[in-house]
């Protein structure tokens, strides 16, 4: 059983895969995007194939396989919700899909009126903007020069709008400069106006131990959600957590089999929670994932945890800024509240040209672009109203829109993955490539001169001929 990081590199599904450069070397491929999602554990993989023999429809029959798994996916409700501190007998947890699929339900439930208003940030990622602008008036509380939410704007906001907030929308940790929220203190400041709070914790609760608080506590977060996927268990659920009479009103927001206890041609009683609001089949395989994940990183220790990663974005920021031509955004010297994502540009390179060297020449894994956070990206780039009208004019012309390349870590990565990462970065600030890059007129990607690539070499799991039928399909 795994319990400390010292042995946990051993139990990461996918750490020594080798890939093919650009020079024809073999290379162990270096993730460094795990803040868009994770690779999964052994101990994880193993679990899914320990219930598998088990595996059976939940919540209906009274064989001996429906019993178990219907007992297992219970648990692992109370799993999800025990991880973020969630007081049971008041709050209930929802499977969903992922963090967007939640933030939609969530946003669904609330039956806006034309009056009420939500507050949200710049910040955020579009899951948590997104759904709540289709259903409510937000307000967008902007950000101060080092990226950080302005908190005093945010406070003025609940203050100015007192009585017609009924949700503060925010970030647990931003997935673009890795910021921390202070949520607790937020909460406290929207409890105090009249509102609830919600927070994304999409990026938080890997990272960070979690407590949402009692729920008598001012500082209590009302709703949070979060995805299996970015957790090490990328098995397709998400998670959503709330007040049990939040929930237990008003009808199912996807109504079918399992939301029911009666079902007449003229009448239909709703069930209990949470299955009032698990509409279908749910993901019992996921939520095995998910458990299991949970009680690798808590017997490890999420304190451990975010020591680790404090301590490796310290190392990675500290290499990265010895090295000319870099520009990282977001805080790069009290790294206490930010989790391990960092967003740069190298001077002179489109971001996605940075990213395909990374990856043809270094075999290293990064994200590049806006991050689906458009409006923060733009307002950490500076970029004029003017100049954002001609960037999305040329759209067609010019795919190459605002952007910046982001390395994030988990908490399995080591000094070794950033001296590889920071190494070939030394090699693209002083230009040391070797590849000659241009842009593929029809997809809008870089390609590497004399560079091919066969995803046969490294996957090729369906049988020849369904792939050839889908393929000429
Ligand atoms: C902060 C944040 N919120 C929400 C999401 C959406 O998560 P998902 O894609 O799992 O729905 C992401 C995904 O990157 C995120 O980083």
Redesign the pocket.
Known sequence: MISSLSNLRSDVVGLETEIQLLDGRPQRYVFLDN??STPTFRTVLRSVEDFMPWYSGVHRGNGLKAIVATDVFDETHRIAGRFVGADLSANVVLFSK????SINQLANHFHFGPDDIVISTVME?H??DLPWRKHARVIHVGILPDGSVDLAALKNELTRNRGKVRLVAV?G???VTGICNPIHEIAEWAHAAGAMIFV?A??LVAHRPVNILPNDDPGHIDFLAY?A??MYAPFGV?VLIGPMDFFAKGDPDFVGGGTVSYVGLEEVEWGTLPHKEEAGSPNVTGAVALAQAISLLTSIGMQTIAGHERDLLEYAIGKMKKLNGIKIYGPTADLEHKVGVIPFIVDGMDHALVATILSLEGGIGVRNGN??AQPYMRKLLNVSPEEEKLKRAARCDNPILPGMVRASLGCYNNEEDVDIFVEMLDRIVRKAYIGEYSIHPVTGLYIAKGYSFDIKKYFQPFHSSVRDEALAS
């Open positions: 803040a868009a992922n963090t967007t699929e990622h899951s948590n970030s940790a931003s997935n994304d999409a990026q995805s996927h970015k998400g991050f689906c």
